[in-house]
């Protein structure tokens, strides 16, 4: 049994940071070609963040997110990560962690993800 648990998440002002973490267990990540962020804020559908190969070094951002936000991994804990900085009010939402199977090009989509977290809560306030 997959599972993904996502952690760090909280409340924070505009222009400060937070470091989400998604670990996985029950099968390592190096049995997937990506991990990806997707968040989803109240009345709206859930969009796309940012993916990282488990392999190599190639990552894929939003431009709503790009310069603030940075996607990272440790293999050895078996963990992705999502450094948030210069937060603002909009990028309030529940955040989830995703795999992908797959193997192929880093994908937006949240239909070429597999596996998916029970999301983890962050709210910018101004």
């Known amino acids: 049994q997959v599972q993904l648990v996502e952690s760090g998440g909280g409340s924070v002002q505009a222009g400060g940071s937070l470091r989400l973490s998604c670990a996985a267990s029950g099968r390592t990540f190096s049995a997937y070609s990506a991990v990806g962020w997707f968040r989803q804020a109240p009345g709206k559908e859930r969009e796309f963040v940012a993916a990282i190969r488990w392999s190599g070094s190639s990552t894929l951002y939003a431009d709503s997110v790009k310069d603030r936000f940075t996607i990272s991994r440790d293999n050895a804990k078996n963990t992705v990560y999502l450094q948030m900085n210069s937060l603002k009010p909009e990028d309030t939402a529940v955040y989830y962690c995703?795999?992908?199977?797959?193997?192929?090009?880093?994908?937006?989509?949240?239909?070429?993800?597999?596996?998916w977290g029970q999301g983890t809560q962050v709210t910018v306030s101004s």
């Open positions: 995703a795999a992908r199977m797959v193997f192929g090009p880093l994908r937006p989509q949240t239909g070429d993800y597999d596996y």
